[in-house]
């Protein structure tokens, strides 16, 4: 189960420190990522709803807002995101915070760059090898390794985006998804508008119904998004 990572990751860095940005630059040039770099929380939280990110470094002090706003934003709508802290806070108290709050990780400046790398390597191996598995949600089921959903154990031939969907939705679970940020993580941004993801969603339900009752499996907030509950 434990594979290699060949597809190129792409990781944030969130963090006011232009020196520190380019010694990561740096001792991340070997491993196989895209670096993306902004200094405000904000930001960090718009590239994370337009973007597909693998992995969020992200530092608690920021010029606009506590690094704290960032992961409690994020995780509202994704906790599949692996996120690593970086913070010059040193109290246990900051620490309890920000792992409650769902940082994955926590580093106390000054660190070391190459045990910033292993982590960071860790982590999204980690999240990597977590999602090849089954995931069952009542009588629906995932195979991600396989790439393909069963219905009350009879295989549901879904389109790719279909897939992709029915996917985001459930590593998302009990959590409610906008357009914005299904649209994104699924064709791109501005690829697609919301007719078209209601058109597809439409053709996920029909597909699921056939085999069992989905009553309460999808919730469409109408103006807002969709979420995947959890089912009996």
């Known amino acids: 189960m434990n594979k290699e990572i060949k597809k190129q990751k792409t990781i944030l860095i969130c963090q006011n420190d232009k020196i520190k940005d380019s ?13 993306i770099y902004c200094s405000l929380a904000q930001d960090a939280v718009d590239i994370c709803i337009k973007s597909i990110i693998d992995l969020l470094i992200v530092d608690l002090s920021l010029p606009d807002k506590d690094g704290m706003y960032v992961i409690e934003t994020l995780r509202s709508f994704n906790n599949v995101l692996p996120i690593i802290v970086t913070s ?5 108290e900051s620490k309890i915070m920000a792992f409650e709050a ?22 999204i191996r980690r999240n990597a090898i977590e999602e090849n598995h089954l995931f069952v949600n009542g009588k629906l089921m995932i195979d991600f390794d396989a790439k393909k959903i069963f219905a009350n154990g009879v295989e549901v ?7 992709k969907i029915v996917v985001l939705l459930a590593n998302n679970l009990n959590k409610t998804l906008t357009h914005e940020y299904i649209i994104n993580h699924v064709w791109g941004y501005k690829d697609q508008d919301q007719n078209g993801l209601r058109v597809f969603m439409a053709g996920i339900r029909k597909k699921l119904s056939r085999y069992f009752n989905t009553t309460g499996l999808l919730t469409t907030y109408v103006g807002v998004g969709y979420r995947m509950n959890t089912i009996d």
């Open 23 to 35: 010694e990561l630059r740096n001792i991340f040039k070997n491993f196989d990522s895209k670096l």
């Open 88 to 92: 010059s806070r040193s109290d246990i």
């Open 102 to 123: 769902g940082a994955s990780d926590f580093l106390v400046k000054p660190y070391n760059n190459l045990e910033l790398l292993i982590r960071a390597k860790n982590q």
């Open 157 to 163: 031939h879904f389109t790719n985006f279909e897939y």
